[in-house]
């Protein structure tokens, strides 16, 4: 008596579990949260383009943007992250026919434009202090640095995500979960250069009009 006792208390325990799983990860809600922290990050960036906008002429005595930015080293990186993000795509549409090793092939590809935007924008930030010109300088060069260098360091998040992820699909394969992480990624990684498109126009190309 008992023994059936103790069976019917597993039952129902392995019940309880199975059930709380299904109510603490219901459909569709990773994808709700990320939309949700995405947001709130277009309310950061949103901030300091306004911060930019507000300084962005405050040169106190310093060099402008028509002095300071190389245009065709930020073509160049801005060329890397929207192949980055076509690359992506790829991957996504390989994840979809179920093909991995073509999937870890474009997440590779688009690690190594994510690298490569990183290492010029680094360049570009080296060369600018190197010449005087730090965020310390004046108001401009201030809200310069902090606009850029968080889109920056958001693209070395990506890039540390992106490498986690190949792992776990390599572990792992395409199982609902990693293709709910790729999906999650991909949304991260084209928000990104949507910011990029941003700081492209109105910091750049606006910043070396007279």
């Not at 709380?20 to 949700?36: A, D, K, M």
């Not at 192949?83 to 994840?95: D, H, P, Q």
């Not at 709910?180 to 991260?188: D, G």
Request: aromatic share 14%; charged share 10%.
């Amino acid at each position: 008596m008992s023994e059936i006792t103790a069976n019917t208390v597993d039952a129902l325990s392995d019940t309880s579990a199975r059930f709380y799983v299904r109510e603490h990860h219901p459909e569709n809600g990773t994808l709700l949260g990320f939309w949700i922290y995405l947001m709130s990050d277009c309310l950061i960036f949103a901030c300091l383009f306004a911060a930019y906008a507000v300084l962005g002429r405050n040169y106190a005595g310093g060099p402008t943007g028509a002095e300071l930015f190389d245009l065709p080293l930020v073509a160049t990186n801005t060329a890397l992250l929207l192949l980055s993000s076509i690359t992506y795509g790829f991957a996504m549409l390989e994840s979809q026919r179920k093909r991995l090793g073509s999937t870890m092939l474009w997440l590779g590809i688009t690690g190594l434009f994510g690298l490569g935007f990183l290492a010029l924008e680094l360049t570009e930030f080296a060369h600018l202090i190197h010449e005087g010109a730090g965020p310390q300088r004046s108001g401009f060069l201030t809200a310069f640095f902090c606009l850029v260098g968080t889109h920056g360091l958001h693209v070395s998040f990506g890039v540390v995500w992106l490498a986690t992820l190949m792992f776990q699909l390599r572990r792992h394969g395409l199982v609902p979960e990693n293709r709910r992480r790729l999906m999650c990624l991909s949304m991260f990684w084209h928000f990104l250069d949507v910011i990029w498109i941003g700081v492209f126009t109105f910091v750049y190309l606006m910043g070396v009009l007279p």
